[in-house]
């Protein structure tokens, strides 16, 4: 197995209403006769004081013994989990969590069979727990702060190393109508669409796989980053004619970019986003998140107007 990746993104909420979003990732690489090696992401997102903050760690051993599921400890950053039931721990500078969560939803398995074939680039087992109730501790600036809030999980593993030579946007959609979204679009080094695939799991935990003719996925304004010089897509829109599902994605802040070539050789954007859109003729809401790649090594916006 070349490539493995266990990675949450939520929302938190503090008793007072305040929301932070969080990343929380942790990837495997293996590669020959080399000893595994693991790195690690956590950010936090504090849209009401504009400030968005991230660590990494990384090294090997980081697999720890368990009868079931997962779990890891990376230089006192923990992740455990199995049937639902998961606790995440990391600490940075001003910002730590100490998370349990439990799924609430049965997992949902992408490309209808939890395996995405990617061509010549390889293949990937892939599936997401897209709704997941968290309870725990938030520590700001020492203040350790009890929050609610929801997860998302994705787990995806096989033998590839890149998709496609450009770079990816992924979508992850809780809406509050209790519908959940999540689409891929992986694009080649000059923007074309290399493969698309999205599912759509209802309140209910039904997952319903969608072939790219089935979604529209619109870019409609751009950021440009005064750290790397990058510019990513910074909102879009998203139709599903056949929910009769129309959203617009509008990150909370724009500045969530990681620059992570210490751990991973990968500056990325994964920032939390609000929704807001109609579902035939009634309105919804709800929260996300989204992950970008490719654009800091050059893949162009393209805008549709």
Do not use: C
Request: net charge negative; glycine share 10%; hydrophobic share 40%.
């Amino acid at each position: 197995m070349l490539t493995e990746w266990w990675y949450y993104t939520g929302h938190l909420f503090t008793e007072d209403g305040t929301r932070y979003g969080f990343e929380y990732v942790i990837f495997q690489a293996n590669r020959g006769a080399f000893p595994p090696y693991f790195a690690s992401h956590f950010a936090i997102t504090n849209s009401a004081e504009e400030e968005f903050v991230y660590a990494e760690e990384f090294g090997p051993n980081a697999i720890r013994e368990t009868e079931a599921g997962f779990a890891f400890d990376l230089n006192g950053w923990t992740m455990r989990g199995a049937l639902g039931e998961d606790h995440l721990a990391a600490t940075m500078d001003r910002y730590a969590i100490d998370l349990r969560l439990t799924a609430t939803k049965p997992p949902a398995l992408h490309d209808e069979i939890g395996y995405v074939d990617f061509g010549a680039s390889g293949g990937s087992y892939y599936y997401s727990r897209t709704r997941i109730d968290v309870t725990g501790t938030l520590t700001v600036d020492g203040e350790a702060l009890a929050v609610t809030g929801e997860a998302w999980f994705d787990h995806q593993w096989g033998d590839f190393i890149t998709v496609g030579a450009g770079g990816w946007d992924w979508f992850s959609v809780q809406l509050e109508d209790g519908n959940d979204l999540t689409i891929s679009l992986v694009r080649d080094n000059d923007g074309t669409l290399v493969t698309a695939y999205g599912t759509l799991v209802r309140p209910d935990g039904e997952a319903v796989h969608l072939d790219p003719e089935q979604f529209v996925v619109r870019t409609t304004d751009t950021w440009t980053s005064p750290h790397t010089g990058a510019t990513w897509p910074a909102r879009w829109e998203i139709e599903v004619p056949s929910e009769a599902l129309v959203l617009t994605i509008t990150p909370t802040m724009a500045d969530q970019e990681l620059d992570t070539r210490t751990s991973t050789d990968v500056i990325y954007w994964e920032g939390e986003v609000l929704i807001e859109g109609t579902i035939g003729d009634a309105p919804v809401n709800g929260l996300g998140y989204v992950e970008l790649t490719g654009y800091a090594d050059g893949l162009p916006v393209v805008l549709d107007e």
